[in-house]
């Protein structure tokens, strides 16, 4: 449904609002009573001998998609618009003024409930949160080997994770791991978590807190995950019905690479080869190696057609805000602008799991893509050791030749193993 307090509707010219009503009752079936008004009227309005008015557009719109209001208009509407300035003013007199502050939170709760709901499922973890749990830990004697065990595993998780940790992207960290038989550094990353929380999420918010703290629990024995991975027709479904350009994308990276969930988001977009329909990664730690991941032609097309130009426009028009808020260095701005996936990684996923949820009626992680294409290459008869490949679990000897040189015989060889077997996700 088409808000009409969220856009200027004053743009909208009699024309295009002529239109809009044309097409709801034509096409959705809307009657002049649902829109409040007699027949006579309605006719008048349609032949073009009276103006449609804002109340009556209002109505329209209710019975309209954001996809199916932009495709009338052939643009998405005009916002109505606001600066920084006008931001800072509401959010002053929310603090000043009671009913206000009531009026701003309803509206928040209103339009941005589930944005705000995720924000407050995040910790932010700073590289000073890890020394003060250091010093905490020293004063109760624990000895310096499992302090160095300790912050290893938690570096190498909050790194992957973009030193973002919420109950989402703990529990898809933690069942990359186990997929991946790292019993050791599942003992011991939970163990090290759990303890950060406690000693230093804890006293700060307690509500926080209980949310990560409970959102796993400390490895003992190896898991035993049976859970029915979705069929490619689901996860066609599942695409298909993604809100978002950039949701798609993120979507479809997954399924059709078999990235970990996290490894997207630490690329830029220097990373992405567009003449080989190739993603640079070469991220290497002690327990993980991705190196190259490829793209479907088809895949390519859609992301230079559709995803690229989304990007760029988001990244305008976001650049502006940053800099004109003076919250932010200019170091930092570029940095933000160079990232494949510049948007943010809790409302991708959030999207994600709505849609799939509504799809499979069940809940589903997102890890559970990296196990899909596993599943999908290895039932093609592409041989294991490629697989492995592909999905980063090769030895060094494979990182030197895949990072080392730009194009060799071996990129070409998994090359020709994925685009004759990938699954086929996006734009089918």
């Not at 804002?54 to 998405?76: H, M, T």
């Not at 030193?163 to 990353?189: F, K, M, Q």
């Not at 685009?419 to 996700?425: C, Q």
Request: aromatic residues 10%; charged residues 30%; hydrophobic residues 40%.
């Amino acid at each position: 449904m088409v808000d009409c307090e969220l856009i200027n509707i004053e743009k909208i010219g009699n024309e295009e609002r002529v239109r809009i009503i044309n097409y709801v009752m034509e096409k959705k079936g809307v009657k002049a009573r649902d829109l409040g008004v007699t027949l006579n009227l309605i006719s008048m309005i349609r032949s073009g001998k009276r103006r449609v008015t804002e109340d009556l557009l209002c109505r329209a719109l209710k019975f309209l998609s954001n996809e199916e209001l932009a495709k009338l208009l052939g643009q998405i509407p005009e916002l109505e618009p606001a600066s920084i300035s006008d931001l800072v003013r509401v959010v002053a007199r929310a603090r000043a003024d009671p009913e206000y502050r009531d009026l701003l939170l309803s509206y928040l709760d209103r339009y941005l409930g589930d944005y705000v709901r995720a924000m407050g499922n995040k910790w932010v973890v700073t590289e000073q949160d890890i020394e003060e749990f250091i010093k905490a830990k020293r004063l109760e004697g624990v000895t310096e080997k499992t302090l160095r065990d300790y912050t290893h595993y938690l570096r190498e998780m909050l790194a992957e994770l973009n030193w973002n940790l919420t109950p989402d992207g703990i529990r898809e960290y933690l069942s990359g791991l186990a997929e991946e038989g790292e019993e050791h550094v599942l003992h011991h990353l939970t163990t090290a978590l759990k303890s950060l929380l406690k000693t230093i999420l804890e006293p700060r918010d307690p509500f926080l807190f209980g949310l990560l703290y409970h959102a796993f629990k400390t490895y003992k024995a190896k898991s035993n995950n049976r859970i029915k991975l979705p069929t490619i027709d689901q996860l066609r479904q599942i695409w298909q019905q993604l809100p978002t350009i950039e949701t798609r994308f993120y979507f479809a990276l997954l399924a059709e690479t078999g990235l970990r969930p996290g490894e997207p988001f630490l690329l830029s977009i220097d990373d992405l080869d567009l003449e080989h329909g190739m993603l640079r990664i070469g991220k290497v730690t002690e327990t993980k190696r991705a190196f190259v991941a490829f793209l479907r032609p088809e895949f390519l097309e859609w992301v230079k057609t559709n995803y690229l130009p989304h990007r760029e426009a988001w990244i305008v028009r976001m650049a502006k805000l940053w800099e004109s808020s003076n919250l932010f260095t200019q170091e930092v701005i570029e940095k933000a602008k160079r990232k494949l996936i510049p948007f943010d990684q809790s409302r991708l996923r959030r999207e994600i799991k709505d849609t799939a949820r509504q799809v499979l009626g069940r809940e589903f992680e997102l890890y559970e893509l990296r196990k899909f294409f596993a599943t999908h290459m290895i039932s093609q008869g592409v041989p294991e050791s490629i697989v492995n490949t592909l999905q980063g679990r090769a030895p060094p000897s494979e990182f030197r030749v895949l990072v080392e040189h730009y194009w060799s015989p071996r990129h070409e060889e998994l090359r020709g193993w994925y685009l004759k077997y990938a699954p086929r996700v996006c734009c089918d």
